[in-house]
C-alpha cells in the first residue's frame, strides 16, 4: 500500500435534505504483520461511528479499500 492511498476523506452535503456526512478509510499496520481498514463515518461536527476491519494480507485491505471508496463515491461522496 503506497502512502498517499492509505487515508481517505469524503463529504456528502446534500442542503435540500439537510444531509451532511462525512465516511472516512485509513489503513493502518497491526503488531504481527498484517494490516486493519479504519472505518469512520457520520454527521460533520460529530465524532460518528468506528469500525475496524484486520487482514491478514496487505492485498486483501487493499480491495476492501478500494471497494469501499467505489461504493461510498457511487453514493454521492466526494
Known amino acids: 500500500m503506497s502512502s498517499d492511498t492509505n487515508a ?5 452535503i446534500d442542503t435540500n435534505r439537510n ?3 462525512f465516511y472516512m478509510l485509513t489503513i493502518q ?3 504481527f504483520g498484517g494490516a486493519s ?3 469512520n463515518w457520520g454527521r460533520i461536527g460529530t465524532s460518528g461511528q468506528v469500525m475496524v ?6 492485498s486483501q485491505v487493499d480491495t ?4 469501499l471508496e467505489r461504493a461510498k463515491r457511487k453514493r454521492g461522496y466526494s
Request: proline letters at 4%.
Open 19 to 21: 444531509m451532511r456526512r
Open 8 to 12: 481517505l476523506h469524503l463529504r456528502r
Open 53 to 58: 476491519e484486520t487482514f491478514d494480507d496487505s
Open 37 to 39: 481498514l479504519v472505518r
Open 64 to 67: 476492501a479499500f478500494a471497494r
Open 29 to 31: 499496520p497491526t503488531l
